[in-house]
């Protein structure tokens, strides 16, 4: 089974409006994280958000924000006041037991941002 | 600049060949971890260093190998290159203190074989 599975095909969303990426993850692991990267067209990975397993909030950070629903097994990343440079791929990832243990992606989403 | 180093940028190579890509880590971070990014197979793990022992094997051909150095830097080498092996190879440290913040990513290697 896949570990991280992202399966909205290529997401449109105009400027300035709020948008949300889908990811459902699986682990039997009770001490987990979650994270969410950007790569845009020139190629390079960008830390956006984390969210741990235990933590009991949502994380945000600026325009991003994790949805993260523990019994679901989701945590999707919504954006929001979509900007022009937002378009990108999106990855979400997951690091099953403690730090500095391997990240597992997901297929990625592509977004784009119509102005 | 992530402050993860990746060196060449871009690699054009013919088949049958052995090249070396290097990845300085971000200083501090003791974990380095190598990806390989193609179209079809997504962003894949292959191998994993911490204070420069092998940590976590993903799914790393037998023709690829790599170790990491006293200084931390560390090297993944590939040989006999196919053209299936053309992707982005990217590196990546991690820090044992910042749970939270993630993976630091170079900028990657884009290997293209001919």
């Known amino acids: ?115 | 600049d992530s402050g993860v180093t990746q060196t060449p940028k871009h690699l054009i190579t013919a088949t049958g060949q052995r090249v070396t890509l290097r990845c300085s880590p971000r200083s501090g971070d003791l974990s380095v971890y190598w990806y390989q990014q193609s179209l079809d197979q997504g962003l894949q793990f292959l191998i994993q260093y911490y204070n420069g022992e092998e940590r976590a094997k993903g799914n790393i051909l037998e023709r690829f190998s790599a170790q990491q150095f006293p200084d931390l830097h560390s090297e993944l080498n590939l040989s006999s290159l196919e053209l299936g092996d053309s992707a982005l190879y990217f590196c990546a440290s991690s820090t044992r203190t910042e749970m939270n913040y993630g993976y630091t990513f170079g900028s990657g290697t884009r290997l293209t074989v001919v």
Do not use: H
């Open chain 1, 1 to 115: 089974a896949q570990k991280i599975t992202q399966t909205q095909p290529g997401m449109f969303v105009q400027e300035k409006e709020a948008v949300t990426l889908d990811c459902t993850y699986d682990t039997s692991d009770q001490s987990y994280g979650l994270f969410w990267y950007k790569q845009p067209s020139s190629g390079e990975m960008i830390f956006l958000i984390y969210q741990g397993s235990y933590d009991e909030q949502n994380a945000t950070e600026g325009r991003y924000s994790l949805n993260f629903q523990k019994a679901r097994k989701s945590a999707n990343l919504v954006i929001s006041a979509s900007q022009l440079g937002d378009s990108a791929m999106y990855f979400c990832a997951m690091r099953e037991g403690g730090a500095n243990s391997k990240l597992t992606f997901g297929k990625g989403i592509t977004l784009s941002v119509r102005p």
